[in-house]
């Protein structure tokens, strides 16, 4: 399932779906995602019912360009034993050292 936090408690408490075998939970834009408060929306919250109900076994991802240290300290609450991955510095987020690709599947029957 790819969602929101939003929707995807949603559809949690309204029992649409079941969060026993989960294996890997991805948190895109986590700063943002496990934040007090985006736009009137208690996202962090959100996230953090998902997270408390997933599985023992089920491996925890958030990714993020950017962490203001309060967001970073709250993400580390959610998942204690994460393994960190971080630039060596603000430099290394220059526009010119960041690029995409992007593969357009639509041609060939969606195989790349």
Do not use: W
Not at 24 to 49: C, I, P
Not at 65 to 83: C, G, L, S, W
């Amino acid at each position: 399932m790819v969602s929101t936090p939003g929707k995807a408690v949603e559809a949690y408490t309204k029992k649409y779906i079941s969060l026993k075998h989960v294996k890997v939970f991805v948190l895109d834009e986590a700063d943002t995602m496990v934040s007090d408060t985006e736009k009137g929306r208690d996202l962090g919250s959100d996230a953090n019912v998902i997270r408390q109900d997933l599985p023992a076994t089920c491996q925890i991802m958030f990714f993020s360009a950017t962490y203001k240290p309060e967001i970073f300290k709250r993400a580390r609450e959610m998942v204690p034993r994460a393994v960190t991955f971080k630039l060596a510095s603000d430099d290394d987020l220059m526009m010119e050292k960041i690029f995409k690709v992007v593969v357009d599947v639509s041609a060939g029957g969606g195989k790349m």
